[in-house]
């Protein structure tokens, strides 16, 4: 552990943060073309988030703290998910501070705080949201655990730099128990972010909407925080299905070149996958409320089936 | 050995004599509030912090063992203060300070049982816990643990003038007392025919495998009837929310907890090593028990019986562990076996804690506002800033969420299950990872639970116009909610600390402690080759000061004006607090999505009615299906043994004189 190591893991951080909102650009514009409409500026992002910082802040009569706390707490673990998470190097620092485990259990806090804020104004979509996005998060929770449980297996540990680094040394071979393991991880990626099977971000429609309702009494500030945060969601969700399922090309040492190669890679891994998002996105079509059950259900099934697979070929 | 006046078994014995004069003492003005509440319950407190740290300095010391000459003549009382012993001793003093402090502030004029003799049944219970915990011979732990039965059953019958109270104190106490008779007789097998009843003659028994495996599972029958393990389960969410909420807090903090410790001590101490197939026993029941506590949990809406339920997903944790623990034991794996009991032994002191914190703020928010019903509560946070606050770290703790207590334990028992597949045995070792995912889908549905709890309680508007008058909690409640919550985030920033404690009692058990670790003192490393580590004070410190950094760097680059204004009513006006979701509604998911669990009985208005009445009631299929008819079994037997008695002097004595001939026609 020395000082380099400090720096990529600040390097990792900021980059994070500051390239969360430009893969919800990207998305957004492959989607737009793919429904061949003309595309928004990658930027898009930036500029709200940028407009919402200058406005002024109104806060409902009988907002408690909590609403008002909850922005930066969401925000903060958003930013400590990303600093666990090994995006570019794997010899990072405060990875030892979270494992897998640790790290689901910090999208969780996000989650839970997010929820009660939204129950804290006292309107009918704030609480409607907060139980819907509760109902999704303690379906797909489960799902990313043993997500988790398979590659931790697949490489005996739960710290995701080590996950990554031992993936990665494998040659590249799709294994049974990875492949079904990607698929869940891809429908949990998707209800998580509050994406199209389960969610519409482009929507205000009351009875379709759960992201949505929970950001509904917030406006200005908070709210730049909170789409800030949701961009890093997705941002972290991506370099969790980076770092486990494609981690070839990622930098083990702090050797300079091999980190700018690994940036570079990272970010056209992340090219492709916010593509394929927006290809999976116009593919399909909204789900029912009552139908996401079974969508998770079918995610957590494919995990299962991921573990048993990889218990029974030992792969 | 260590026999001195300063051993910390004779001052443990000392401590709970103390109890016991507390107690007594309560008789002397037994209508005085003053006196209870102001003298006698901060003694029971600083009693109970006394002993929490004499069982900790035990830990550092031998087992020792000591007979007293009470009781029966040639039945001395043997009494041993180990390991095991230790833990669940600062389990209980620790928790029941806290509890001790806020129930000074909490117990009124006017409830039910008089101050005194609350306070004598209180501290009587105190002391027998503590006795339980010390035992060591079957006398002496049946004497305790029925003490506790007994004291506990008058604790939850405090309002015994609500007809509803007592029915469901004697479902208690039945339930307790059927458990009694199993634990009875696991001993009696336990002594394995040299008909000595102390733990020492039980170790050295040598059982066959038929008769120990009887053993084992007359205790868990026993011992899981006392933790409320399903299907045995039915009493508690009646008990809890009968009891005073101190009462409440130390029944399902401590006295679920000593259920685990008898079963601990009889699987992994008296029966010596266990086989590896009893621990699937409490591990699919506990799963199930698991699963089934919390979706109850979801769809209940008074929150006295929600944390009840949720207390029955926690003891359904426990068992699971355990029972991975046995499994592990029983295979040979000792350090796996070592991690299990670890946090099974962690989560136990975590539980106490958190659950302790939110009975008691359920006690608060029933005080200030005389509603439990989730449907007449809202907005608390304004009106009880402290409670609100206080009670949503043991929200966040008890939801499983980082950094605080019930993160820890919870990760320390998926890293174990992690170990499951390598257990010797073809598919078990298959079947037993699904349970880490079963294990998940119950840990997440926790926070489901508890973001209602604390959601309906204490955010949105208030329900009921007379909320606005709700006060907050006493200086003596909110130092007892403060000490819990303490606990929950002491017990979840520093594990390296709470396992090298728990590791004496691994040790003792002779499963070897964790592997030494050259780790710094803030990071956690179970297991030094797979790496896993945590560090929960690094975490905290990260978001913390990614929150602090956040909120400057907006003050500093932008401004900080905030308008208040009505929250945004789709411009219909007169947005209202019942307009808000319900307890029932935030239930609802779970309901649909769980519906064979439930016996759902329904009422739903038509589209013509001119008073439309909704009405939901949520039944127990476990109740329906196996007690119901038990009770019904019970009570046509009953009507029919009622023939004998025909109020007759002349029959009865017909009875006695038949009965003595047919005795005497049997002696000779």
């Not at chain 1, 980059?15 to 514009?29: F, K, R, S, Y």
């Not at chain 2, 012993?85 to 928790?95: C, E, N, R």
């Not at chain 2, 804690?353 to 449907?375: D, E, I, N, P, Y």
């Not at chain 2, 294990?439 to 489901?448: E, S, T, W």
Request: overall charge positive; proline content about 5%; some cysteine.
């Amino acid at each position: 552990m020395n000082v380099f190591d400090w720096i990529v893991q600040l390097l990792g951080i900021a980059l994070a943060v500051a390239a969360a909102p430009v893969l919800v650009g990207w998305v957004n514009q492959c989607r737009a073309w793919l429904q061949n409409k003309s595309a928004p500026s990658i930027l898009l992002p930036y500029r709200g988030i940028r407009k919402l910082f200058h406005k002024d802040a109104v806060i409902a009569e009988n907002a408690s703290r909590l609403f008002r706390l909850a922005p930066y707490v969401v925000f903060g673990t958003m930013v400590t998910a990303a600093a666990v998470i090994p995006s570019i190097a794997t010899r990072l620092p405060f990875t030892q501070a979270a494992d897998a485990i640790a790290l689901v259990g910090l999208l969780a806090t996000a989650r839970v705080f997010l929820s009660l804020a939204a129950m804290d104004v006292g309107t009918a979509f704030g609480t409607l949201g907060a139980r819907r996005e509760m109902m999704i998060g303690f379906l797909a929770e489960p799902a990313l655990l043993v997500v988790i449980f398979v590659v931790s297996l697949t490489s005996a540990t739960t710290a995701l730099p080590l996950i990554a680094e031992r993936l990665s040394a494998q040659s590249f071979t799709l294994t049974p128990s990875l492949a079904f393991t990607a698929v869940a991880f891809t429908m949990v990626l998707l209800a998580e972010n509050a994406r199209i099977p389960i969610d519409n971000p482009a929507t205000h429609l009351e009875l379709t909407m759960i992201h949505e309702a929970l950001l509904l009494e917030y406006s200005a500030r908070h709210l730049a925080l909170m789409e800030w945060a949701a961009a890093l969601k997705l941002f972290n969700y991506a370099c969790i299905g980076v770092a486990v399922f494609i981690p070839w090309g990622i930098a083990t040492g702090h050797a300079p070149l091999s980190l700018a190669v690994s940036i570079v890679l990272l970010g056209v891994k992340l090219l492709f996958a916010g593509a394929g998002l927006a290809l999976i996105e116009t593919l399909s079509a909204k789900l029912r409320v009552f139908r996401a059950p079974e969508f998770l259900a079918t995610a957590f099934l494919f995990a299962v089936l991921g573990l048993l697979v990889h218990l029974l070929l030992g792969d | 050995m260590n026999h001195g006046f300063n051993s910390p078994l004779t001052l443990s014995l000392l401590l709970l004599t103390a109890w016991s004069l507390v107690a007594l003492t309560g008789l002397l003005r037994p209508l005085s509030i003053a006196f209870v509440g102001r003298t006698l319950f901060p003694l029971g407190a600083l009693i109970g912090a006394v002993l929490a740290v004499v069982a900790a300095v035990s830990l550092y010391e031998p087992a020792e063992q000591i007979v007293l000459p009470i009781g029966l003549p040639d039945l001395p009382a043997h009494l041993r203060l180990d390991g095991l012993s230790g833990v669940f001793l600062i389990l209980l003093g620790a928790t029941s300070a806290g509890i001790s402090i806020f129930a000074a502030g909490y117990f009124r004029r006017g409830e039910g049982t008089a101050p005194g003799l609350l306070c004598l049944q209180y501290h009587l219970f105190l002391a027998s816990m503590g006795f339980v915990l010390l035992a060591d011979d079957a006398y002496a732990f049946m004497l305790a643990w029925e003490t506790m039965a007994l004291s506990s059953y008058f604790l939850v019958t405090t309002q015994h003038r609500i007809p509803e109270i007592r029915e469901a104190g004697f479902l208690y106490l039945l339930i307790a007392h059927l458990g009694a008779i199993a634990i009875l007789l696991s001993f009696g097998v336990l002594q394995g025919g040299s008909w000595h009843f102390t733990f020492d003659a039980m170790r050295a028994a040598h059982l066959n495998f038929h008769w120990a495996t009887i053993a084992f599972c007359l205790a868990l029958i026993g011992f899981g009837a006392k933790a409320g393990l399903v299907p045995l389960h039915v009493w508690l969410p009646e008990a809890h929310p009968a009891a005073p909420s101190p009462v409440s807090a130390l029944m399902s903090g401590v006295m679920l907890k000593t259920a685990l410790y008898g079963m601990i001590r009889v699987s992994f101490d008296l029966l010596g090593q266990p086989v590896w197939w009893w621990g699937l026993l409490p591990l699919s029941l506990g799963l199930f028990s698991a699963l089934y506590g919390v979706v109850f949990a979801a769809a209940q809406t008074d929150m006295k019986r929600l944390l009840a339920y949720s207390s029955i997903e926690n003891i359904g944790i426990l068992f699971t562990g355990l029972g991975l623990a046995i499994v592990f034991a029983g295979a040979g794996m000792r350090a796996p076996a070592a991690l299990t009991l670890i946090a099974v032994l962690y989560h136990a002191m975590n539980h106490a804690f958190m659950k302790s914190l939110l009975f008691l703020g359920t006690g608060a928010v029933l005080h200030a506002t005389g509603q439990r019903s989730l449907g007449h509560l809202g907005g608390l946070i304004h009106r009880m800033p402290w409670v609100a606050w206080l009670t949503l770290i043991g929200v966040l703790a008890i939801a499983g969420l980082p950094p605080l207590n019930g993160f820890v334990s919870e990760w320390l028992l998926l890293q174990s299950f992690l170990f499951a597949y390598k257990v010797p045995h073809p598919f078990i070792n298959m079947l037993l990872p699904l349970g880490a995912a079963l294990l998940a889908l119950a840990a997440a549905l926790a926070g489901y639970v508890m973001v209602k709890f604390f959601g309906v309680i204490f955010l949105g508007q208030p329900r009921e116009p007379a909320l606005k008058r709700a006060h907050d909690a006493s200086f003596a409640e909110r130092l007892g909610l403060a000490w819990l919550a303490l606990g929950c985030v002491l017990l979840g920033f520093l594990p390296t600390h709470v396992i090298s404690l728990f590791s004496v009692v691994t040790r003792q058990l002779d499963l070897g402690g964790l592997p030494a670790s050259d780790a710094p003192w803030w990071l956690l490393v179970p297991i030094p080759e797979r790496q896993s580590s945590y560090a929960p004070l690094v975490f905290f410190a990260v978001i913390a000061v990614v929150v602090v950094l956040s909120i400057i760097g907006v003050r500093r680059f932008y401004h900080q004006r905030i308008r208040r204004s009505p929250a945004w009513d789709c411009g219909f006006g007169g947005l209202n607090g019942r307009m808000q979701d319900t307890a029932e509604g935030f239930g609802q998911p779970i309901r649909h999505l769980f519906q064979p669990f439930f016996a759902i009985a329904r009422e739903l208005p038509g589209p013509l009615d001119t008073h439309p009445k909704y009405r939901l009631e949520i039944g127990d299929r476990i109740w329906r299906a196996l007690y119901q008819p038990l009770g019904t079994l019970v009570r046509r037997v009953a009507d029919k043994v009622a023939w004998l008695q025909q109020g007759r002097i002349a029959t009865y004595l017909l009875y006695s004189f038949v009965t003595l001939v047919v005795l005497l026609a049997l002696m000779l």
